[in-house]
Structure formats: structure tokens, C-alpha cells
Antibody, heavy 115, light 108 residues
């Protein structure tokens, strides 16, 4: 059974960089796309971007200037960095498997941007 | 960017009834690359349908998807108590960004 688990700081100060890691278990990270999606409290879902195991990426144009997604195949992990955060970036962040639709999700982690 | 508009915003029904949820796209979704998800409070979304009409693994057959082009529907033939949740459509037919609808809340 494929499982994904997000980890990283839950509180980030404004203007700093949000960093999350997703650890994949039950399957190899190779040969799949992996994505990040976020959801502000009480709101809908926003696609952040994806990465192929080879390292090629796609980002949401609305976030592209601030987002970096990377993959670490040796540790079966992929990561998200979002720079220059503001309160608008406060959300539950999900890591998922898939480059188009998403059939495996992490439980999500709430990241709050506040001083 | 394709904008997805879901209707209604909230749908109030009873167990045993039939639910029909709508998702309209601002432009044609190529190859019917549209998915539906169910989300319950405090949980991650669960994939129900992809390719507009293909049920994901383990999804009961009371869930069905249809449509093409710009108009898509999710139908739940006979509502069970566990079906009351928020439902999202998502398109992946165009180049990124892959966009989601704003959701339909299905309530008792």
C-alpha cells in the first residue's frame, strides 16, 4: 500500500521560505509524477506543481516565481520550497502521487504563516 | 487556464435519493481528462472518477461520471450516509496548471 507523509515546520514567518518534504513508502518514487496541492482553511484545492522522478518539473504560473520542487530518489522523497511567504500561503499542504489526477494523497499538513 | 464552475454550491438530499453534481469548464477539456474527488472534514480528498467516467479502484458502482467537452456530471445513484461530503472536479486536459472546481457540498 502506497503511503505518503508530509513533514516540515508548521509555522513560518512572513517573507521566509516554507519547506516541506514528502516521504513515500510502499512503492518506489521512480517512474511516477509527484505533486503538491494546497487548500486554505474552508476553501478549495490549488495545484502547486509536480515533478517527475527524473527531475523535470511543472509549476502553477501563479506561484512559479516562488516555487521549487525537487526529488531525492535515494531516500524516496520529494520536497517543496515556497519563498517569500505571506499570510495568503497559510494552508493545508498535501503531497500526492500523479502528474494529472491523484490517486494517493498524504494526510496533509497545516502550515501557518505568522510572525 | 481552464476555469471549472461547479453547481450547485450546496445540495441537500436524503439517504436513498439520487444526486447529480455538475462541473462546467470555461473551455473544452481535451480527451475528457476530468476527475472527481470526495473530501470529508479533516481528510485528504479521495479520487472517485478519472477520464470523466472511469471509477477509481475500490469506488462503489453507485458513483458514475459522464460528460465531455465543457459539461460534466457526477451522479450518485442511491445516497448512503457516508456519501455526504464535499465533491471537487479537476481538469488535467490542458497544459498545467491543472485546475479544480470550487466544490459542491452534499448535505443531508
Amino acid at each position: 500500500q502506497v503511503q505518503l507523509q508530509e513533514s516540515g515546520p508548521r509555522l513560518v514567518k512572513p517573507s521566509e521560505t516554507l519547506s516541506l518534504t514528502c516521504t513515500v513508502s510502499g512503492d518506489s518514487i521512480s517512474f511516477y509524477y509527484w505533486s503538491w496541492i494546497r487548500q486554505p482553511s474552508g476553501k478549495g484545492l490549488e495545484w502547486i506543481g509536480n515533478i517527475y522522478y527524473s527531475g523535470s518539473t511543472n509549476y502553477n504560473p501563479s506561484l512559479k516565481s516562488r516555487v521549487t520542487i525537487s526529488v531525492d530518489t535515494s531516500n524516496n522523497q520529494f520536497s517543496l520550497k515556497l519563498s517569500s511567504v505571506s499570510a495568503a500561503d497559510t494552508a493545508v499542504y498535501y503531497c500526492t502521487r500523479g502528474g494529472s489526477y491523484y490517486n494517493y494523497w498524504g494526510q496533509g499538513t497545516l502550515v501557518t504563516v505568522s510572525s | 487556464e481552464i476555469v471549472l464552475t461547479q453547481s450547485p454550491g450546496t445540495l441537500s438530499l436524503s439517504p436513498g435519493e439520487r444526486a447529480t453534481l455538475s462541473c462546467r469548464a470555461s473551455q473544452s477539456v481535451s480527451n475528457s481528462f476530468l476527475a472527481w474527488y470526495q473530501q470529508k472534514p479533516g481528510q485528504a480528498p479521495r479520487l472517485l472518477i478519472y477520464g470523466a467516467s472511469t471509477r477509481a479502484t475500490g469506488i462503489p458502482d453507485r458513483f458514475s461520471g459522464g460528460g465531455s467537452g465543457t459539461d460534466f456530471t457526477l451522479t450518485i445513484s442511491r445516497l448512503e450516509p457516508e456519501d455526504f461530503a464535499v465533491y471537487y472536479c479537476q481538469q488535467y486536459g490542458s497544459s498545467p496548471p491543472y485546475t479544480f472546481g470550487q466544490g459542491t457540498k452534499l448535505e443531508i
